[in-house]
């Protein structure tokens, strides 16, 4: 069975509050392109279609018409999407039955009925050509329950795969597509994937596959790296500075019991992502730098600079000044120091990114851990007034 794989498009994200409506019409016609010259028995998105559970109109229909120019692309092609944590289970399963008329399925949450888990309802037969055991993302709490002592996990990815062997007489390819995050040594995490997120070990998924289509974690890789039967696809489009590498979608060619064959086709985006300089520099010498960048260079920019004392007032629209006329975008700063003492580093390394996720509680403690001040009694004053504003915005 020869499968594409993709996942993470993160669709209505914006970057730096830059629209990229036009980044994900490029995307999409270099997957029609794909599909059109490839012509796999299946399409597999891994979850995160959306960047938000809540996409606006124009996200969706957007997403909607690339589904239909994907099948249009190939129309003997199956289609398969499942929910990534970024998205609302609900939402995606909405017009589930009409996608079924263009070969397209898809698995917002896990199906259950009164007596649990629907597993049958998340494997599906493609033809003659295998198996494909669809698995959106599912919170920890929200897996069935398991035997004492035995993880809720495992248990499940080996009870659904137990049923697809029960049914795979004619020992075809069985893929498993699925959101999380697994790795082979889970005190080893990269620091290069989005958010913090649960890791779960390798062996959780189970046994019983040819070739697990994963998604969640936005550096293409396979874990470990010479298992080609386990493999992260990556995200199709830059959503950090973090992911300043190749994005791509692979080609898996599946055959039950052997190990597949992967090809991975680069994919070129409107707009790369970059961090200048390499080493940081003074603010003035950096927004030098920043000026001299070639009119035609379109790009995200990080700005590096070296500061123990913060940044001009006007440091960002000096910034977007010094690009102006070209086809760069200034996003930020990252500021690096030479300050040493550890309090201070948790504060002054923060990028405007980490500040943003973090709620003011944290904000704050990390600023009173910095300054050598008692953290308890500021931060039960900080909730007095949090709530107190809380009540005042409901009213």
Same mark, same amino acid.
């Given at each position: 069975?020869? +499968? #594409?794989?993709?996942?993470?498009?993160?669709?209505?994200?914006?970057?730096?509050?830059?629209?990229?409506?036009?980044?994900?019409?490029?995307?999409?016609?270099?997957?029609?392109?794909?599909?059109?010259?490839?012509?796999?028995?299946?399409?597999?998105?891994?979850?995160?279609?959306?960047?938000?559970?809540?996409?606006?109109?124009?996200?969706?229909?957007?997403?909607?018409?690339?589904?239909?120019?994907?099948?249009?692309?190939?129309?003997?092609?199956?289609?398969?999407?499942?929910?990534?944590?970024?998205?609302?289970?609900?939402?995606?399963?909405?017009?589930?039955?009409?996608w079924?008329?263009?070969?397209?399925?898809?698995?917002?949450? #896990?199906?259950?009925?009164?007596?649990?888990?629907?597993?049958?309802?998340?494997?599906?037969?493609?033809?003659?050509?295998?198996?494909?055991?669809?698995v959106?993302?599912?919170?920890?709490?929200?897996?069935?329950?398991?035997?004492?002592?035995?993880?809720?996990?495992?248990?499940?990815?080996?009870? +659904?795969?137990?049923?697809?062997?029960?049914?795979?007489?004619e020992?075809?390819?069985?893929?498993?597509?699925?959101?999380?995050?697994?790795?082979?040594?889970?005190?080893?995490?990269?620091?290069?994937?989005?958010?913090?997120?649960?890791?779960?070990?390798?062996?959780?998924?189970?046994?019983?596959?040819?070739?697990?289509?994963l998604?969640?974690?936005?550096?293409?890789?396979?874990?470990?790296?010479?298992?080609?039967?386990?493999?992260?696809?990556?995200s199709?489009?830059?959503?950090?500075?973090?992911e300043?590498?190749?994005?791509?979608?692979?080609?898996?060619?599946?055959?039950?019991?052997?190990?597949?064959?992967?090809?991975?086709?680069?994919?070129?985006?409107?707009?790369?992502?970059?961090?200048?300089?390499?080493?940081?520099?003074?603010?003035?010498?950096?927004?030098?730098?920043?000026?001299?960048?070639?009119?035609?260079?379109?790009?995200?920019?990080?700005?590096?600079?070296?500061?123990?004392?913060?940044?001009?007032?006007?440091?960002?629209?000096?910034?977007?000044?010094?690009?102006?006329?070209?086809?760069?975008?200034?996003c930020?700063?990252?500021?690096?120091?030479?300050?040493?003492?550890?309090?201070?580093?948790?504060?002054?390394?923060?990028?405007?990114?980490?500040?943003?996720?973090?709620?003011?509680?944290?904000?704050?403690?990390?600023?009173?851990?910095?300054?050598?001040?008692?953290?308890?009694?500021?931060?039960? #004053?900080?909730?007095?007034?949090?709530?107190?504003?809380?009540?005042?915005?409901a009213?």
């Amino acid at each position: 069975m020869k +499968i #594409l794989h993709t996942s993470d498009w993160h669709l209505g994200h914006e970057f730096y509050d830059y629209q990229r409506q036009d980044e994900f019409e490029h995307l999409f016609c270099q997957l029609r392109q794909i599909v059109a010259e490839e012509r796999p028995d299946a399409f597999l998105l891994s979850g995160d279609v959306y960047h938000s559970s809540v996409p606006s109109v124009a996200t969706q229909t957007m997403y909607t018409e690339a589904m239909l120019q994907l099948h249009e692309a190939c129309p003997e092609m199956a289609i398969f999407v499942t929910a990534g944590n970024h998205d609302s289970a609900s939402r995606l399963e909405i017009d589930r039955s009409l996608w079924h008329h263009f070969r397209v399925h898809v698995f917002g949450g #896990l199906a259950r009925n009164e007596q649990g888990v629907c597993f049958d309802d998340h494997i599906c037969r493609v033809g003659e050509k295998g198996w494909i055991v669809a698995v959106p993302h599912v919170f920890k709490q929200n897996f069935p329950a398991s035997p004492a002592g035995t993880d809720r996990q495992q248990c499940f990815f080996e009870e +659904i795969l137990r049923r697809v062997g029960e049914r795979n007489t004619e020992h075809l390819p069985v893929v498993l597509m699925a959101h999380l995050a697994v790795t082979e040594n889970p005190d080893h995490l990269s620091s290069d994937d989005v958010g913090g997120m649960d890791y779960y070990p390798l062996g959780c998924l189970g046994e019983g596959y040819d070739y697990a289509a994963l998604g969640h974690l936005h550096r293409p890789h396979q874990v470990p790296e010479d298992n080609a039967a386990v493999r992260y696809s990556g995200s199709p489009l830059p959503i950090t500075f973090n992911e300043e590498y190749e994005h791509s979608v692979t080609i898996a060619e599946v055959r039950h019991g052997e190990v597949p064959q992967l090809r991975v086709i680069p994919l070129q985006p409107l707009r790369h992502v970059r961090t200048i300089p390499e080493v940081a520099l003074p603010f003035e010498d950096a927004l030098h730098l920043l000026s001299d960048l070639p009119e035609e260079e379109a790009a995200y920019i990080q700005l590096r600079v070296a500061s123990d004392n913060g940044l001009p007032l006007d440091s960002n629209e000096r910034a977007v000044k010094a690009v102006e006329g070209k086809r760069c975008r200034f996003c930020t700063f990252k500021i690096e120091t030479t300050v040493t003492d550890e309090g201070q580093r948790q504060i002054i390394d923060l990028t405007p990114d980490q500040l943003r996720e973090m709620g003011p509680l944290e904000v704050a403690a990390r600023h009173l851990r910095s300054k050598g001040l008692p953290e308890e009694d500021y931060l039960e #004053l900080l909730k007095v007034v949090l709530k107190q504003m809380d009540i005042e915005n409901a009213k």
